[in-house]
């Protein structure tokens, strides 16, 4: 330590602890804590553009900033099987390829001299093109966020880079137990050759040619398959000119949109084991298909959850498998529900060879303790609490109110 330091804070601390109030601290539970201030979610403008594009408007001039993003009816459930990572390789080549007038250093080049930040990416069931600027340059990201949506070059040196990723995530997605628990759960769930299970392979991603995503974009980015949503300090009417500008003359194909999401099939039941050598615990799933966000039992498998094990350190899997008996670091149950299939119902936890029949025992007796043991007024409490304090964050800023609304 540096000694001519030392008096100095010495004498700060003396003068801090000196300026405290001589009376006597309140108990905590004596401190009166005000009423929560009431809060309203905010409400976007919504409208629709004459091809079919619903945009959502939500100004917010708390920060000198706008973000935007065009959300498309696309993603890899609809990819070929033989192709499987099309998508993804779709959504990554067409902000890293550029555009038709374009290049793809170009807009990088661009965005870094004005701060901002524009992205495309393709997932399971949706693909977006999202944008960050400061208030003042939203017109230039707005453009390239249309172009990148409607006018992708996907060129050649581009796409070789992105499989060469590609290939090199293959080649390594063994390296971590967790991961092959996961994934090789999913195809027991789900089926192998099912889209909600399926995984790029190094042949599928050798089978994907630039026409393939020329033909993939085609198909699925379209205007009337689309909302944009745009949030932050911009002037509504400016704004709904540049997006008539950069939008309007998009054009919807005749066909109508027909990607509808396949259906999840139930499978047979079974004892599956991988060995693999160099590991020191075995990862443990358990479980089966789960459901759908518009059953009726919805609300109350959500307070279900928290009670036999979604996280919760107080959860019922927890507290057997870990607090009580010592068998593994984490334990936990959670059921998933879908937006249009099925999600997953999955029990997890890792624990030593020696002791792999007894976690999954405990396991499954904890979940069986869900059939025929009520929870108690306490356990209800905590969860419900858990879960009615966890929904502000969803809408605490306007920008997650938007992304909610355009969600659902």
Sequence with gaps: MNRRFATPMLVALAFVAAALPARAQEFWKDVKIPALPAYATPKPEVYVLGNGMRVYLLPDHS???VHGNLIVRSGALWEPAGKAGLAELTGEVMRSGGTVSRKGEQIDEQLEGIGADVESAIDEDSASVSMFTLAGDEATGLA??????????????????????????????NDEVEGIADREFGRLVYGADSPYARQPEYATIAAIQRADMVAFHAA?????????GIVGDFDPAAMKMLIEKEFGSWKAPDKPVALVSPPAQIQPGGFYAIAKDDVAQAQIRIGHLG?????????????????LGNGSFGSRMFNEVRTRRGLAYFAYGTWAA???????????????????????????????????????????????????????????????????????
């Design 63 to 65: 920060l000198p900033r």
């Design 291 to 307: 459901g759908k966000r518009d059953d009726p039992d919805y609300p109350a498998l959500w307070v279900m959850n928290e009670v």
């Design 220 to 228: 699925t980015f379209r205007p009337d398959a689309a909302m944009l």
């Design 144 to 173: 390239i966020l249309a172009d990148l949506a409607r006018n992708p070059a996907f060129p050649e040196d581009k796409i070789e880079i992105a499989k060469v990723a590609a290939r090199d995530a293959i080649g390594r997605r």
């Design 338 to 408: 879908g937006y249009e299939s099925p999600g997953s119902f999955v029990m997890g936890s890792a624990t030593k060879n020696e002791t792999i029949a007894e976690t999954v025992s405990v396991m499954v007796d904890t979940m069986r303790s869900m059939q025929k043991v009520a929870p108690t007024d306490g356990e209800l409490r905590q969860a419900k609490d858990s879960i009615l304090n966890s929904l502000v964050f969803l809408v605490d800023t306007p920008g997650k109110a938007l992304s909610r609304q355009m969600n659902y």
